[in-house]
């Protein structure tokens, strides 16, 4: 019986948020802390500076390896043996090593200097984020597979304790000598890495044996398999990883597992490569407003840290939700969908599914954008304060900040769906052809943040950012617009929510901005919460077909 991709996607999503909402109530907590106990200056240092170096060589190293990989569907991977893309997997520790080398010149030397008090915790911060990288590379051949086969629950389950290992061992250093804050987080990330080594690795290792016992016994006992077998805990494991190419633990190594064709698959290669040139370009795009602010005297430590928190709790829908959406749904559709063949050559049905499944992830994310457009106008002073007290608020330039980015919201969440889409069922020369126009995106983003942020200060980032994320919009939609015209579908006509329920969140914000400071925080509170579940009620009526779909769907799931 083979794996089921939507469950399997759709289960990954669901943990994915979970997993989301658990990382994110660590992170603010341990956030909160330090504003108050060690100092906005360190925050700067870490999430900005130490946690930039860490995003920049994690995603430049592993990014175009994983999805190329990825794509290697089953039905195109006859020209793709498991030994290569084993061997595949191991080429992103190389790669992690030539991109340390000069991020860690840039980072000691080129950047805006840190002051004199931290600089010996810096540095060895940076030399330890470094290497914890390179560490946490050296498991991405299992965390492939994991992806591969849908081991959703040992997904969540590792990186929940990665997130805990890592908090624990800061707040047990930073706690003992405040003045450590830095060495602290240096010494968690490289906890936390080998801790992402040893948990993958020791998981397979047991795993491999016990599916290499299950498959001799049922071998052994075929001729006479009792029922009382298939009750076996063994077999709600084991029962669809026939397929399994692992038979021991050193298959995981570059070039053990027997191989009759070359070492690396040359086609896998190029689109590597072409995800690679993408890559550099997105990276740019995702945290250039952070490369702006080490790079350039436009804000000082204290400010990007003001910056940094503002910005991730304006960030909670895309962490949340549209992240895990995004990525689940990109795995789909590269299961569903084959990059270098014509939509009107392959399977409708499956041709069919993936437009309605695109439509209604667009407008169900663009929903949430509204919501948190039209609400957060409302409740970002509220949540600002009961977040970092009135000191933090003081002067409005967060509240500030905070209102602007729920407008940024809206943009994310459509662009997350239809990029990932069009990057999903893209062809290699496709891919090319967008880099390009990637590039412009990219170099028109530093530009413009550059410019925005010196007429309008940090609210620029977002003026930026909105803008860029536009242009990307429209370019996506362009794309799925002309692959599916052939077909007779326009999965772009699924993407506008229903009247009343745009009427109902424009309302529900204007009535709770009218009543903002007229009325207790706590009536306003009540206020919002009564308004915000009208309008979810609303959205559920609209769409009961919808829901009544996934509720079967998720029922029919539940006993298979």
């Given at each position: 019986?083979?794996?089921?991709?939507?469950?399997?996607?759709?289960?990954?999503?669901?943990?994915?948020?979970?997993?989301?909402?658990?990382?994110?109530?660590?992170?603010?907590?341990?956030?909160?802390?330090?504003?108050?106990?060690?100092?906005?200056?360190?925050?700067?240092?870490?999430?900005?500076?130490?946690?930039?170096?860490?995003?920049?060589?994690?995603?430049?190293?592993?990014?175009?390896?994983?999805?190329?990989?990825?794509?290697?569907?089953?039905?195109?991977?006859?020209?793709?043996?498991?030994?290569?893309?084993?061997?595949?997997?191991?080429?992103?520790?190389?790669?992690?090593?030539?991109?340390?080398?000069?991020?860690?010149?840039?980072?000691?030397?080129?950047?805006?200097?840190?002051?004199?008090?931290?600089?010996?915790?810096?540095?060895?911060?940076?030399?330890?984020?470094?290497?914890?990288?390179?560490?946490?590379?050296?498991?991405?051949?299992?965390?492939?597979?994991?992806?591969?086969?849908?081991?959703?629950?040992?997904?969540?389950?590792?990186?929940?304790?990665?997130?805990?290992?890592?908090?624990?061992?800061?707040?047990?250093?930073?706690?003992?000598?405040?003045?450590?804050?830095?060495?602290?987080?240096?010494?968690?990330?490289?906890?936390?890495?080998?801790?992402?080594?040893?948990?993958?690795?020791?998981?397979?290792?047991?795993?491999?044996?016990?599916?290499?016992?299950?498959?001799?016994?049922r071998n052994a006992s075929s001729s006479c398999f009792l029922k009382s077998d298939l009750r076996d805990w063994r077999k709600y494991l084991f029962e669809n990883m026939d397929d399994f190419p692992l038979k021991k633990l050193s298959d995981f190594l570059p070039g053990v597992m027997k191989n009759e064709s070359k070492f690396?698959?040359?086609?896998?290669?190029?689109?590597?490569?072409?995800?690679?040139?993408?890559?550099?370009?997105?990276?740019?795009?995702?945290?250039?407003?952070?490369?702006?602010?080490?790079?350039?005297?436009?804000?000082?430590?204290?400010?990007?840290?003001?910056?940094?928190?503002?910005?991730?709790?304006?960030?909670?829908?895309?962490?949340?939700?549209?992240?895990?959406?995004?990525?689940?749904?990109?795995?789909?559709?590269?299961?569903?969908?084959?990059?270098?063949?014509?939509?009107?050559?392959?399977?409708?049905?499956?041709?069919?599914?993936?437009?309605?499944?695109?439509?209604?992830?667009?407008?169900?994310?663009?929903?949430?954008?509204?919501?948190?457009?039209?609400?957060?106008?409302?409740?970002?002073?509220?949540?600002?304060?009961?977040?970092?007290?009135?000191?933090?608020?003081?002067?409005?330039?967060?509240?500030?900040?905070?209102?602007?980015?729920?407008?940024?919201?809206?943009?994310?969440?459509?662009?997350?769906?239809?990029?990932?889409?069009?990057?999903?069922?893209?062809?290699?020369?496709?891919?090319?052809?967008?880099?390009?126009?990637?590039?412009?995106?990219?170099?028109?983003?530093?530009?413009?943040?550059?410019?925005?942020?010196?007429?309008?200060?940090?609210?620029?980032?977002?003026?930026?950012?909105?803008?860029?994320?536009?242009?990307?919009?429209?370019?996506?939609?362009?794309?799925?617009?002309?692959?599916?015209?052939?077909?007779?579908?326009?999965?772009?006509?699924?993407?506008?929510?229903?009247?009343?329920?745009?009427?109902?969140?424009?309302?529900?914000?204007?009535?709770?901005?009218?009543a903002m400071f007229k009325i207790s925080m706590t009536s306003h509170l009540m206020l919002g919460f009564g308004c915000v579940f009208i309008v979810l009620m609303t959205w559920a009526y609209e769409n009961r077909e919808l829901l009544e779909v996934c509720w079967t769907y998720r029922k029919r799931l539940k006993f298979e």
């Amino acid at each position: 019986m083979p794996r089921n991709i939507l469950k399997s996607s759709l289960y990954d999503a669901g943990f994915s948020i979970i997993f989301q909402i658990l990382c994110r109530i660590v992170t603010f907590g341990i956030n909160a802390f330090i504003i108050r106990h060690v100092g906005r200056e360190v925050l700067g240092i870490m999430n900005v500076r130490l946690l930039l170096l860490e995003s920049t060589v994690l995603f430049l190293s592993r990014e175009a390896v994983s999805r190329a990989a990825l794509s290697a569907t089953s039905q195109q991977r006859e020209k793709c043996t498991w030994s290569q893309l084993i061997n595949q997997q191991w080429i992103t520790v190389i790669i992690c090593i030539f991109v340390c080398l000069p991020c860690c010149y840039v980072w000691l030397h080129c950047l805006s200097s840190v002051d004199i008090v931290y600089l010996d915790q810096y540095r060895f911060a940076c030399y330890a984020v470094l290497l914890s990288c390179v560490i946490e590379l050296c498991a991405e051949p299992p965390v492939f597979v994991s992806q591969v086969f849908c081991f959703v629950k040992l997904k969540i389950g590792l990186n929940t304790l990665h997130i805990f290992v890592r908090s624990v061992i800061f707040l047990t250093i930073a706690l003992t000598d405040s003045t450590a804050a830095i060495y602290a987080f240096a010494v968690a990330q490289l906890a936390s890495a080998v801790t992402i080594v040893l948990s993958h690795y020791g998981f397979y290792a047991f795993y491999i044996n016990s599916l290499n016992r299950y498959k001799e016994d049922r071998n052994a006992s075929s001729s006479c398999f009792l029922k009382s077998d298939l009750r076996d805990w063994r077999k709600y494991l084991f029962e669809n990883m026939d397929d399994f190419p692992l038979k021991k633990l050193s298959d995981f190594l570059p070039g053990v597992m027997k191989n009759e064709s070359k070492f690396l698959n040359s086609e896998l290669q190029i689109l590597t490569l072409s995800f690679l040139k993408q890559a550099v370009l997105k990276q740019i795009l995702t945290e250039g407003e952070k490369y702006v602010m080490s790079m350039s005297p436009v804000l000082n430590f204290e400010q990007q840290a003001m910056y940094d928190v503002v910005n991730n709790l304006g960030s909670l829908a895309a962490r949340f939700i549209f992240r895990p959406i995004e990525d689940s749904s990109y795995f789909y559709f590269t299961q569903t969908i084959s990059r270098d063949v014509a939509l009107s050559d392959q399977d409708k049905t499956k041709v069919q599914e993936a437009g309605i499944v695109l439509g209604h992830l667009s407008m169900t994310v663009i929903s949430i954008g509204l919501l948190a457009l039209c609400f957060g106008q409302s409740y970002s002073h509220t949540l600002l304060y009961l977040y970092g007290g009135a000191d933090f608020i003081a002067g409005g330039l967060p509240e500030i900040l905070l209102k602007w980015h729920c407008l940024a919201i809206c943009f994310l969440a459509i662009n997350g769906i239809t990029e990932g889409y069009m990057f999903a069922t893209n062809t290699s020369q496709d891919i090319d052809k967008y880099n390009y126009l990637l590039a412009v995106f990219s170099i028109s983003f530093l530009l413009l943040s550059y410019l925005l942020t010196t007429i309008f200060g940090p609210v620029g980032f977002i003026f930026a950012n909105c803008i860029n994320m536009f242009c990307r919009i429209c370019y996506s939609a362009r794309f799925i617009w002309l692959q599916y015209k052939p077909l007779g579908i326009n999965p772009l006509r699924d993407f506008v929510p229903s009247k009343m329920f745009l009427f109902t969140v424009f309302g529900g914000g204007f009535l709770c901005n009218s009543a903002m400071f007229k009325i207790s925080m706590t009536s306003h509170l009540m206020l919002g919460f009564g308004c915000v579940f009208i309008v979810l009620m609303t959205w559920a009526y609209e769409n009961r077909e919808l829901l009544e779909v996934c509720w079967t769907y998720r029922k029919r799931l539940k006993f298979e």
